[in-house]
């Protein structure tokens, strides 16, 4: 975690997936954010103001080959 005022300077993506207010999942989806440093940032959508969790980009490479591969599939 990280103070909050220069992340609010970021743009953050969210995945077309996440769907609005009616969605199974609540409206609640994760942001992510390329940061000048060549971090990836990622915060919870419904609590942006609760700070991120940062990766470096290879750790985040690692995680969307997993996600590709179904490896967290049971997490759903």
Do not use: Y
């Not at 993506?13 to 940061?35: D, H, K, P, T, Y």
């Not at 419904?46 to 750790?59: C, I, K, L, Q, S």
Request: proline share 4%; aromatic share 8%.
């Amino acid at each position: 975690m990280t103070r909050l005022e220069p992340l609010a300077q970021i743009q953050w993506r969210m995945s077309s997936f996440c769907g609005g207010s009616g969605a199974s999942n609540g409206g609640g989806c994760v942001e992510a954010a390329a940061l000048p440093d060549g971090r990836i940032a990622v915060r919870n959508s419904t609590h942006p103001d609760a700070g991120a969790v940062f990766f470096t980009r290879a750790e985040m490479h690692a995680w969307i080959q997993g996600v590709k591969a179904n490896e967290f599939d049971d997490l759903t």
